[in-house]
């Protein structure tokens, strides 16, 4: 513990802390650095003093879009970034972006203003229980019990945010506390806490699993976003390409080994899941994005091996063959100890591959084939065609939406790991603009030069778009397109659109999933001083990418309309198929 000189002022004889500058300098003592949120009564001065002690704060358009930015620092940089509300209403926008972080095992702090401890129950202004409201979203929702007991709870936030299964914590502190001065001699700050501990799976247990990994007749192996939290890429990659085993990367799990590599099958994953003998899980969970484990999207008795630090993860929704519990790096490393003492190789011309690869290319053939239709407006898969073809290989790709996002993810490729942040495991959207921003702020600090590509449903990008004005603020020059349908799924032309409401009015007649057709979105980046393009082909499409990846000065956006009635290509199984036990 020590006394920090910075956040002290001398008052006559005694120097004076205001608790404002005592959560300031507890955050920085616990090395956060990115703070998001939107001020008002009563943290006004908690923003001043993190942005006076060289924290870095962003002010956002909505409490939703901030918390969203901040989850999005956590998961990219394994340090949670912090999202500032304040009380009641502000804090209940940010519940969204809580309760999205700890569904995605991402890190994060949510600190709330409150009302004065002296009104309570009173009808304080926002008066609302907010540590019990926090409980539900978090890990760990607490409201120090004095000035001087702050950096310990910042701390205990912090530490539960990174320790074990990583989520959301919230720290509360009332009205009061802001402008309240202690001696700063009162206020001993917390030591920053240790970097998570790594745990192990226990040794016969890695020897059981390679051993059923040795005798998989179809083996596969999937990489979840829980092993790019982990920053597993060189460990997987390396078990990947020396047993020379099929992996199947989940939504945000790509990148980990890059999209292109000769054993990703992610081109045949229906194919993949429902064949697999074998199964390892590197940080994924058998939940709705991977089918619960259960046929018909799996054979009845296919050996789950589960790696993951949650125990009470091990054993969800299916009794799995062997449970590795533990950091998912430390554990790949183990497997690769058992193949480097006695190695072994998937054989690369089995029935399995054949069956994959075959698979993989008529998959491939069909979307080309979709992506090379000339007819107007475009499909999404011209739409991404074109885009991945001028994709920087290093890029954040950042995409939400139904079709958009379904569509994207299978033709936008990842090389890098954390490359890629969507809906995740809570389905969310909204979260497209606070995710491009947190990635362009750690590109920007970290990676400079690399950019950040926001591929948004129309619909998707209604949740948040006033954050582009907080884009063209700051001078972040994400690419935003709007892949626009003029509708939730699907929409109508304008001529259909006229035409309905020749008879009755929108409320009685317009489809719920229709929003207003041929909507100039790109207007919205115009308006604060971005550049805005509204494109119906793809060589205007091509050109006015070419022209915003040139640009590294500011936000831009791209309104792409296409055909309103869209969809996929067939699918051997719905995303949603119901599973049976
Ligand atoms: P996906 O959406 O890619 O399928 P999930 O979010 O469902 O991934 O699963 C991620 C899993 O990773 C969670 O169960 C979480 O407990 C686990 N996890 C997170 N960090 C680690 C780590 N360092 N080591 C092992 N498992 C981890
Ligand atoms: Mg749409």
């Not at 060189?234 to 292109?260: A, N, W, Y």
């Not at 899941?273 to 009845?300: E, K, M, S, T």
């Not at 950091?327 to 480097?340: H, S």
């Not at 778009?465 to 884009?471: D, I, K, P, Q, W």
Request: proline share 6%.
């Amino acid at each position: 513990m020590w006394e920090a000189d910075s956040a002290q002022r001398r008052d006559g004889a005694e120097r004076k802390v205001s608790g404002a500058q005592v959560v300031a300098e507890a955050l920085k003592a616990q090395d956060v650095q990115y703070v998001f949120g939107v001020v008002g009564i009563p943290v006004i001065e908690i923003a001043v003093a993190a942005q006076s002690l060289g924290l870095t704060y962003l002010g956002m358009r909505n409490e939703q879009a901030a918390c969203y930015a901040a989850s999005a620092v956590g998961y990219l940089t394994g340090r949670p970034g912090v999202c500032l509300v304040v009380s009641g209403p502000g804090l209940l926008h940010a519940l969204g972006g809580m309760a999205n972080a700890n569904m995605n095992c991402w890190p994060l702090i949510v600190i709330g203003g409150s009302s004065e401890r002296s009104q309570e129950t009173m009808g304080a202004f926002q008066e609302f229980p907010q540590v019990e409201a926090c409980r539900l979203y978090s890990k760990f929702s607490a409201r120090p019990s004095s000035i001087e007991a702050i950096p310990s709870i910042i701390e205990k936030a912090v530490r539960s945010s990174i320790y074990g299964r990583p989520g959301a914590c919230y720290v509360d502190i009332p009205a009061d506390f802001v402008n309240l001065e202690v001696k700063a001699t009162s206020v001993k700050y917390t030591e920053c806490c240790l970097p998570p501990p790594v745990c192990m799976a226990e040794t016969s247990a890695v020897h059981r699993a390679a051993s059923v990994i040795r005798n998989a007749k179809q083996p596969l192996l999937i990489i979840g976003k829980g092993a790019a939290y982990a920053r597993a890429e060189e460990s997987i990659r390396r078990l990947v390409e020396q047993c020379r085993l099929p992996f199947l990367p989940t939504p945000m799990g790509k990148g980990l080994v890059p999209d292109g590599h000769p054993l990703c099958v992610g081109a045949a994953r229906s194919r993949a899941l429902q064949l697999a003998d074998v199964i390892v899980l590197f940080g994924a969970r058998l939940n709705w994005i991977l089918h619960f484990g259960l046929p018909p999207r799996y054979q009845p008795d296919v050996k789950f091996i589960q790696v993951d630090i949650c125990a009470e993860e091990l054993g969800n929704n299916v009794k799995p063959a062997v449970t590795l519990l533990g950091d998912i790096n430390a554990v790949t490393k183990q497997l690769l100890e058992e193949f480097d003492e006695t190695p072994w190789q998937y054989p690369p011309e089995s029935k399995w591959w054949k069956t994959l690869r075959e698979k993989m290319k008529s998959n491939e053939a069909l979307s080309k084939e979709l992506a090379s239709q000339k007819s107007l407006p475009m499909n999404y898969y011209t739409v991404f065609h074109h885009v991945q073809e001028q994709l920087p290989r290093d890029c954040f790709v950042v995409s939400e939406g139904a079709n958009t996002m379904d569509i994207g993810r299978t033709v936008l490729q990842n090389h890098l790991p954390r490359r890629r942040l969507d809906a995740g495991t809570f389905g969310t959207m909204g979260v497209g603009l606070g995710f491009a921003i947190a990635a362009a702020l750690v590109a920007k600090d970290r990676s400079p030069g690399q950019r950040v590509v926001c591929v948004e449903g129309d619909s998707a990008f209604g949740f948040s778009g006033m954050e582009v004005e907080t884009m063209c603020r700051y001078n972040l020059p994400i690419i935003i397109l709007v892949v626009n349908n003029n509708g939730i799924y699907q929409g109508f032309d304008t001529d259909a659109w006229k035409e309905m409401l020749k008879f009755r009015d929108a409320t009685a007649v317009a489809p719920p999933m229709c929003l207003l057709p041929n909507s100039h979105y790109e207007q919205v980046m115009t308006a604060f001083g971005g550049k805005g393009y509204f494109v119906q082909t793809p060589e205007e499409l091509q050109e006015s990418l070419r022209q915003c990846l040139a640009d590294t000065t500011k936000p831009s956006l791209i309104n792409v309309m296409i055909e309103p009635q869209a969809t996929r290509k067939a699918q051997d199984f719905h995303w949603l198929t119901s599973s049976k036990m």
